[in-house]
């Protein structure tokens, strides 16, 4: 575990791991200190038993050429072909020779699974899948993983499909981190229709529409600007709230509508995750990668299409769902429960790999 210093200082016997990702885990781990964060964005590593020593890091790819366009060009090109090789370089070597490494996704691991299928380097290495499929490339570079853990049965049954074993693969639900203070709001008096509070692949030309119009009222936190309606008027600020203040909004909204441009990728899940743990239900583009069916569970409705009278019905639809009803679903769908799954499989692995590779040793010797 992570989350306590003195976990930090685990002595050589414990178990090892590194987790490598898409931006820099270490400033989310400071953020999950002072409580600005929730754990789930530590991926399950925060609420690992004290048998773990983990290690994360602020060195990435990403974070070298984010304030340079051509450099960022470049940097997308090699991801595409090794992923993040200053990630992979920092989990292989050093102080943490030896650890396991978790990818918490496969693009990142790319090299690493490339120097495993070279048989260069014998890492246990357990990679997390959010949707499938993937490029030729990156399944080639994903087989040599030890364990595969996906987000869902459905990521499971097209990745079994596509011939990889299924002793390899394990479905683990990723919700809230339920200890989170800022989650703690109880009973919110509600002052809006609806919160939208994602960046990546959202679509909200008729949300806007329905809000500029005012048939409806809330926020749409989108980029650089929040912007928050009022009957009709619409009141834009500068600069995104900070991860509290948008779920004191959240907890101030009816629902939290997800409506995404392409809904053949993965996205949305953060915020899906802090509407449960608040209690809010969710309206969001009907896709085939979220773990659970909001409609089937009773909190949330899906969207089909999204014209205005499409966004506007499924909004005052799923406005009538109660609080308690979201919530319960939250306490078994959260990252407690992620993180024992993600514990017993990195166990898994670790005993595994380390009873393979001594036999191999005494095999050589």
Known sequence: MIGRSKKL???????????????????AQRLIQSQLYPAQHLWGLWNLSDNWRASVTDICLNHVGEK?????????????????????????????????????????????????????????????????????????????????LVFSDRIKQLMEL??????????????????????????????????????????????????????????????????????????ESAGRPSYPEVMALMAKSQVVIIPLLDPSMLSGLTEFSDALALGRPVVMTRNDWMPLDIETLGIGVWLDSHDPVSVHAAVKKAAAIPQ?????VARWFNMQTFSKTLEKVLDEVWTRTRSENHNSENQNA
């Open 68 to 148: 340079h366009r051509l450099l960022r060009l470049i940097i997308g090109q090699v991801e595409r072909l090794v992923g993040d090789p200053i990630q992979a370089a920092w989990a292989l070597t050093g102080v943490n020779s030896g650890s396991l490494v978790y990818a918490a996704n496969p693009k990142t691991g790319t090299l690493i699974g490339l120097l495993k299928r070279l048989r260069l380097v014998r890492i246990p290495y357990v990679v997390l899948v959010h949707s499938y499929p993937i490029s030729r490339w990156a399944k080639w570079c994903l087989e040599p993983a030890d364990a595969v």
């Open 162 to 235: 596509d011939g990889v074993p299924p002793t390899t693969i394990t479905v683990a639900g990723w919700g809230p981190d339920l200890s989170w203070t800022q989650y703690d709001v109880g009973l919110a008096e509600v002052q809006a229709d609806f919160i939208a509070a994602g960046k990546t692949n959202r679509d909200y030309k008729s949300l806007r529409k329905l809000a500029g119009s005012g048939q409806l009222d809330g926020y749409i936190l989108d980029g650089d600007v929040a912007a928050a309606f009022r009957q009709g008027e619409l009141t």
């Open 324 to 328: 308690e009803q979201v919530l319960e």
């Open 9 to 27: 200082r685990s002595v050589a016997s414990h178990k090892r791991v590194v987790l490598i990702n898409s931006y820099r885990m270490k400033e």
